[in-house]
């Protein structure tokens, strides 16, 4: 990976996005390029929380074990969205596991490595802990908006941005519809009713438990907007 790519990987972490070009510059000199392929575990819970991952290309589950010993998965990661800010200040173990649906491209910096660094340069801790501000009233934000997003809008965004991450308009499902469910904070049921909606308006094809092809995207994205 050249400087320019690293530096597009740590701008795509929300604390680093605003810096100034040399400020990135100098966290990009951190970074590591790794590949995983598909069912293969970048972190898992237990482990030392050492390392930020920024993934760069594919999707990773993130799952916690329930107390009676039942897999909860937590959230999605895809092109753009990373794991555990916290890593780079605070000491710990993972108490998540991060597990690749698809062949995945992420970066990584690791706590010791950006420590050292944010003690070297006092004026680039100065920039991250503004940003840290920042970023607490992008999170509020967010969350506002995820609450007004209708089930149909997030499963037809991950429908078309999984094909943009396999590359391909006809896939397996990466996530298994009750995690897709989770993921989109509904039930299998309600998943099933908007695939076979999007499949009546001719917007996407199923075939098999999990095969999708993907007909229309832009049309899909539209009319998923439009209804509630």
């Known amino acids: 990976m050249d400087l320019h790519e690293a530096e597009e990987c740590v701008r795509l972490v929300p604390i680093f996005e605003n810096l100034p070009d040399a400020a990135v510059t100098q966290v990009a000199g951190l970074v590591r390029d790794h590949s995983f392929s598909a069912g293969e575990y970048l972190f898992a819970a237990g482990d030392d929380a050492t390392t930020l991952f920024i993934i760069a290309n594919g999707q990773v589950k993130v799952t916690q074990d329930t107390l009676s010993g039942r897999e909860q998965m937590l959230r999605l990661l895809t092109a753009g969205d990373f794991d555990g800010e916290a890593v780079l200040f605070t000491q710990g173990e993972y108490n998540t596991t991060g597990l690749a649906l698809t062949d995945v491209q992420a970066c990584t910096i690791t706590r010791a490595d950006f420590q050292a660094l944010l003690q070297a340069t006092p004026e680039l801790a100065l920039n991250v802990l503004n940003a840290l501000g920042q970023r607490v009233v992008q999170l509020e934000a967010q969350a506002t908006a ?8 997030r499963l037809a965004s991950y429908l078309v941005e999984t094909a943009a991450t396999l590359g391909s ?7 298994r ?13 309600t998943v099933s009713r908007r695939l076979r909606s999007f499949e009546d308006g001719g917007y996407i094809k199923q075939s098999g438990r999990s095969h999708i092809a993907l007909i229309d995207g832009d049309g899909l994205l539209l009319a998923a907007s439009e209804t509630n």
């Open 146 to 153: 995820a609450s007004t997003s209708s089930v149909g809008e």
């Open 169 to 175: 308009d006809s896939y397996e499902l990466p996530l």
């Open 177 to 189: 519809k009750k995690d897709l469910a989770a993921y989109l904070g509904t039930s299998p049921e």
